[in-house]
């Protein structure tokens, strides 16, 4: 995925199904270990993130 703050992260999506409703689902997404994806998804939480501030060594 790319995101216009932090560049491109790397997830994982898993697809859970609910039984009882099938037209729902849960998806979840799961940060890989490449190219500082946690980092990222962390900063984009964090206080500086949430006021779209640049990301640190982004250019």
């Known amino acids: 995925m790319e995101h216009p703050l932090v560049g491109t992260l790397h997830l994982e999506t898993t697809q859970l199904r609910l039984p009882a409703r099938p037209d729902l689902a849960i998806l979840l ?31």
Do not use: I
Not at 29 to 56: D, F, I, K, N
């Open 29 to 59: 997404y799961t940060p890989l270990p490449v190219a500082e994806t946690a980092a990222r998804v962390e900063w984009l939480v964090s206080p500086e993130g949430q006021h779209g501030s640049a990301y640190p060594g982004a250019g």
